[in-house]
């Protein structure tokens, strides 16, 4: 439960890694009496019903395959009646493909609505004409596909067993939705008052250097995401980022996140001017217990090797952040959700 709310702090804090301290010089909009929306109950609904969903296990079942099952395959890709390179898994324990989830070419999942386990059927396709493997742009192909077996998701049901299993530290319905509740709400408050701030607020001068060093990080990691997923399709990584990034070129996605980082600084120096101005100190004692508490949320065994991992300073980042956010958040004016 813990881990989720600590995620917003973290997510993009590595780009921060600098610290908040700044040459720059920015004047700070109205932080005191924000007014900010709470979340609703039909909102906490569904993300319990998303957490029975991440439980849920998959079961085979004894019929066609619908949308949204997950079929497990094997399958020989061919090219002019000949296997190509990447496509084929013959694997023992078969690749399962949830239908619907978009993850191989138009026309593969499709084709495979209505099968059954031990069925075998040939997909007769077209890659796309900038699939990015040049061998394979815009080619007529065929999968032979074996089915073996069909699977649906069986979601768990919501008792007080089930969440005491799963969450010890809230062992009720009502204690597990009370915390989530409030997670939520800090959530969306920390979102609302960023979106709020960064309107507000007017940077009269940047650190050039940082906001450079900024954009070095962002596209060091953005280009390590693309190139992940891209390796799989044996995509180079100008490719990659332009094909799961959605950029027309190097020189856009570059510019993008010089624009993103400048972004991330100003939000960065509104953190800090913030805390300057209320006197928010980050002292030892607070950053041990915060530290301690983000390193359990995260399952890390100890606070040095959380700290390895993120970086002392990032972590100190996100945690004069939460001070910022729950000063902020003590001194708005809540509405409930409609």
């Known amino acids: 439960m813990k881990k989720k709310m600590m995620a917003v702090l973290l997510a993009g804090m590595m780009v921060l890694a600098a610290g908040c301290g700044s040459n720059g010089k920015i004047t700070v909009g109205e932080y005191k009496g924000l007014t900010l929306t709470s979340v609703s109950e039909a909102e906490v609904d569904a993300d319990i019903q998303a957490m029975l969903e991440y439980y849920a296990e998959l079961v085979e079942v004894e019929r066609a395959a619908e949308e949204g099952d997950t079929v497990n395959i094997n399958y020989v890709g061919l090219l002019n009646g000949e296997p190509f390179e990447g496509g084929t898994d013959d694997s023992e324990a078969g690749y399962d493909l949830e239908l619907g989830s978009n993850s191989?070419?138009?026309?593969?999942?499709e084709g495979l609505i209505g099968v059954v386990a031990g069925e075998k059927r040939d997909l007769n396709l077209t890659f796309p004409e900038d699939y990015g493997k040049e061998e394979l742009n815009g080619q007529a192909v065929v999968f032979q596909v074996t089915v073996n077996a069909v699977k649906t998701e069986l979601l768990p049901k919501?008792?007080?067993?089930?969440?005491?299993?799963?969450?010890p530290d809230f062992p009720t319905i009502e204690e597990y939705r009370a915390k989530l509740t409030e997670n939520m709400n800090f959530n969306t408050y920390y979102e609302q008052i960023t979106n709020q701030l960064m309107e507000s607020s007017e940077v009269e001068k940047?650190?050039?250097?940082?906001?450079?060093?900024?954009?070095?990080?962002?596209?060091?990691?953005?280009?390590?995401?693309?190139?992940?997923?891209?390796?799989y399709y044996?995509?180079?990584?100008?490719?990659?980022?332009?094909?799961?990034?959605?950029?027309?070129?190097?020189?856009?996605?570059?510019?993008?996140?010089g624009e993103y980082a400048h972004e991330v600084e100003k939000n960065a120096m509104i953190i800090d001017e913030i805390a300057k101005k209320e006197n928010i100190v980050l002292t030892d004692d607070i950053f041990d217990t915060m530290s301690a508490e983000y390193a359990a949320s995260y399952?890390?065994?100890?606070?040095?090797?959380?700290?390895?991992?993120y970086g002392e300073e990032t972590v100190r980042t996100a945690i004069l952040s939460e001070l910022v956010m729950e000063f902020i958040i003590e001194n708005a004016v809540i509405k409930e959700a409609e």
């Open 299 to 309: 399952s890390y065994e100890d606070v040095e090797t959380f700290l390895a991992d």
């Open 234 to 257: 044996g995509l180079d990584e100008e490719t990659a980022i332009m094909y799961f990034l959605g950029f027309e070129s190097m020189d856009a996605f570059k510019e993008a996140m």
């Open 206 to 231: 940047y650190n050039e250097a940082r906001v450079i060093q900024r954009t070095e990080q962002l596209i060091a990691e953005y280009s390590s995401y693309a190139q992940s997923y891209g390796a």
């Open 104 to 109: 191989f070419i138009d026309g593969f999942e």
């Open 158 to 167: 919501l008792t007080d067993e089930f969440i005491a299993e799963k969450f």
